[in-house]
């Protein structure tokens, strides 16, 4: 099976900061990694697809880049309302999810 | 609206059996893979299983392969989850979401989710 590391756990940072959260995975997945948003006592929302791809209506300031084995997902410039938790997930072609253990973002 | 409403949790004794529900609306159903993704109490999200559009291919998390079975009735625009043999561990909230692409045999990403049920497993 394969395994997402997802890092850090949890980050602190100001308004207007570079955020960057990383997704490892155990063997190569090409590109086949979406990045979730999940604000507390909310569903989760989709934001990034397939490494790169923003979801329709997502804010340009969330970017996500990699393939192969290392990923990145990049907030660009912080903002009070990204105040949630983002899990990165891999997918492969026996119908089956893997996410990451989650990343907390907080406002400094 | 694109909706998908859960329903079905509750409290249940160990060792029992419980069948979630998720009602789909606004798209078309029969087009999509959907899946179960759980979420204990203040911990991360799990994916508990997945069914193709034409129910084709399924798949199941290790932690509930021979206890659950994922199930959809696209007459009825319903997606089903029978869970068997439920243990503590299982209490999380369950959510059903919907794939992003159309009639694919695999599942890429969950693009409408719902708000999820509350299964709690105790004595």
């Known amino acids: 099976d394969i395994q997402m590391t997802q890092s850090p756990s949890s980050l602190s940072a100001s308004v207007g900061d570079r955020v960057t959260i990383t997704c490892q995975a155990s063997q190569d997945i090409s590109n086949y990694l979406n990045w979730y948003q999940q604000k507390p006592g909310k569903a989760p929302k989709l934001l990034i697809y397939d490494a790169s791809n923003l979801e329709t209506g997502v804010p340009s300031r969330f970017s996500g880049s990699g393939s192969g084995t290392d990923f990145t997902f990049t907030i660009s410039s912080l903002q009070p309302e990204d105040i949630a938790t983002y899990y990165c997930?891999?997918?492969?072609?026996?119908?089956?999810?893997?996410f990451g253990q989650g990343t907390k973002v907080e406002i400094k | 609206e694109v909706q998908l409403v859960e329903s079905g949790g509750g409290l249940v004794q160990p060792g029992r059996s419980l069948r979630l529900s998720c009602a789909a609306s606004?798209?078309?159903?029969?087009?999509?893979?959907m899946h179960w993704v759980r979420q204990a109490p203040g911990k991360g999200l799990e994916w508990v299983s997945g069914i193709s559009w034409n129910s084709g291919s399924i798949g199941y998390a290790d932690s509930v392969k021979g206890r659950f079975t994922i199930s959809r009735d696209n007459a009825k625009n319903s997606l089903y989850l029978q869970m068997n043999s439920l243990r503590a561990e299982d209490t999380a909230l369950y959510y059903c979401a919907k794939d992003i692409l159309p009639r694919t045999g695999i599942a890429v990403a969950g693009d409408i989710w719902g708000q999820g049920t509350m299964v709690t497993v105790s004595s």
């Open positions: 997930q891999q997918y492969d072609n026996l119908l089956t999810w893997t």
């Open positions: 606004g798209f078309t159903f029969d087009d999509y893979a």
